[in-house]
């Protein structure tokens, strides 16, 4: 079992900054991968960012290649992302998730996805 806990959004203007966290409790060794995720209200949830632990791969989004990155402090069990030159569709719900086995072939797949977070508001205004 594995608990998430978001933080870190919030409302800023086009092109500002925001560093989301994500701090995790728990069987924190059994996650294959750890993923933001992005919802707005109508849309499906999308993958952003995922860190995938065997190989140590990144993958992102393409609508946030060179403006995110995604980091994880494995001391501290907090997995972060920093959101920079944020446009107004980067808006939505936030959320933090680990993963299984399966989601290192597809880390941009919701059904891989084992353990959520309840969520973190960020909103860009143009």
């Known amino acids: 079992q594995v608990t998430l806990v978001e933080s870190g959004g919030g409302s800023v203007q086009a092109g500002g900054s925001l560093r989301l966290s994500c701090a995790a409790s728990?069987?924190?060794?059994?996650?294959?991968?750890m993923a933001w995720f992005r919802q707005v209200p109508g849309k499906e949830r999308e993958a952003v960012a995922v860190?995938?632990?065997?190989?140590?791969?990144?993958w992102y989004a393409d609508s946030v290649k060179g403006r995110f990155t995604i980091s994880q402090d494995n001391t501290n069990n907090i997995l972060h992302l920093q959101m920079n030159s944020l446009i107004h569709e980067d808006t939505g719900m936030y959320y933090c998730?680990?993963?299984?086995?399966?989601?290192?072939?597809?880390?941009?797949?919701?059904?891989?996805?084992?353990?959520w977070g309840q969520g973190t508001q960020v909103t860009v205004s143009a």
């Open positions: 860190i995938i632990h065997i190989g140590k791969k990144i």
């Open positions: 998730a680990a993963g299984g086995y399966r989601c290192s072939a597809y880390p941009e797949r919701r059904d891989v996805y084992n353990y």
């Open positions: 728990g069987d924190t060794n059994s996650p294959f991968c």
